[in-house]
């Protein structure tokens, strides 16, 4: 038998006051979307701003590693976008043909994310070697080094707002993206140690202070890039498995615990979960263990939205007891299920 989260649910407990929770009819991805929004709005706001300031002394300066910062983050800031279209999605209900929602979208904006990174990586490098060959005086060193100093604190600040809300949430992708705006902030004083490397008769450090910054934004695509694919093949986080079976293995009733799936659809985790119980229990009794169970999870995994538990009973557990052997019909080719 199987068991799905359905319907609020009262429970003992606080004191033996009994209290419910709405885990069906609530779904947590809408306030956990908006809550990412937020966050997607404001950061793009502060990198917005930034940016814009650096591109001013950019022009005044001719710094080829301010504009390769610069880039980079116009870059971050373009980011917003396609997160924000995901936690869009993720508001949206299921529908039939998107039965399990539209959580993928995130993914989908994860990949994207990490295209534009990659971009800002190639008209960084492209300009830094341009620089190397046909060299320009650069002028208001002393802007520069605001200018870099200003990108730190912007690019830290949002990498702080970013990882909290994320972790708040659970999105991968908004925490990964803040992690890529604090190394965006280690880069952006980069810049300061290119001019002064000019400041002291070093003309050349500018372009290779921006070489420097490319090779740190191809590192970044790498980790995301990672990062992403491995939620794209619903690989997921193994000590997420282990809390799953811990968590389980602690209902009374459960006398094993036999397979147990998760992956993450956006910033959300969907569970599947084997569980083994007396044989003579009756489908109520066993149904009750199963909520139970779901109950558990929903309790111990905060990102959890979705949990199926299958029941058996215990000298038939497992997967290889659903296996149906090789067989054929009425003269077809014989095959098995």
Not at 134 to 146: F, R, S
Not at 253 to 273: D, I, K, M, S, Y
Request: charged content about 15%; proline content about 4%; hydrophobic content about 50%.
């Amino acid at each position: 038998m199987s068991d799905h989260p359905h319907g609020d649910h009262e429970h003992g407990g606080h004191g033996d006051h009994p209290h419910s929770h709405l885990h069906g009819r609530i779904d947590p991805s809408i306030t956990t979307s908006a809550r990412g929004l937020w966050a997607v709005k404001w950061s793009f706001v502060g990198l917005l701003v930034t940016a814009l300031f650096q591109i001013v002394i950019v022009v005044l300066s001719h710094s080829v590693a301010l504009l390769a910062d610069t880039i980079h983050n116009f870059g971050d800031a373009a980011t917003a976008v396609p997160l924000g279209i995901a936690f869009l999605f993720a508001r949206k209900k299921a529908s039939k043909r998107f039965s399990f929602g539209y959580g993928r979208v995130e993914d989908l904006a994860g990949m994207t994310v990490v295209a534009m990174i990659l971009f800002s990586a190639v008209v960084a490098a492209y300009e830094s070697i341009d620089r190397l060959f046909h060299p320009v005086a650069i002028g208001h060193l002393g802007a520069v080094m605001v200018a870099s100093i200003i990108g730190f604190l912007g690019n830290e600040g949002v990498a702080l707002f970013r990882i909290k809300v994320g972790k708040e949430i659970g999105s991968a992708a908004l925490v990964a993206d803040g992690y890529h705006a604090r190394v965006d902030g280690w880069t952006s004083l980069a810049v300061l140690f290119g001019a002064l490397g000019v400041y002291f008769g070093y003309p050349l450090a500018d372009p290779i202070v921006g070489l420097l910054i490319t090779v740190a934004i191809l590192g970044i695509v790498w980790q995301s890039g990672k990062d992403v694919f491995t939620r794209a093949l619903d690989g997921v986080e193994p000590d997420v498995i282990d809390e799953i079976r811990h968590a389980v293995s602690h209902v009374p009733g459960v006398v094993g615990v036999n397979e147990v799936r998760a992956r993450w659809l956006g910033h959300r985790l969907h569970a599947q979960v084997n569980i083994a119980v007396t044989p003579h229990l009756s489908v109520a009794e066993g149904h009750a263990i199963a909520a139970q169970v779901n109950h558990e999870l929903l309790h111990h995994l905060r990102y959890l939205s979705l949990a199926v538990v299958h029941v058996d009973p215990s000298d038939k557990a497992g997967e290889s007891y659903h296996q149906i052997a090789e067989h054929g019909h009425d003269g077809l080719a014989p095959h098995s299920h």
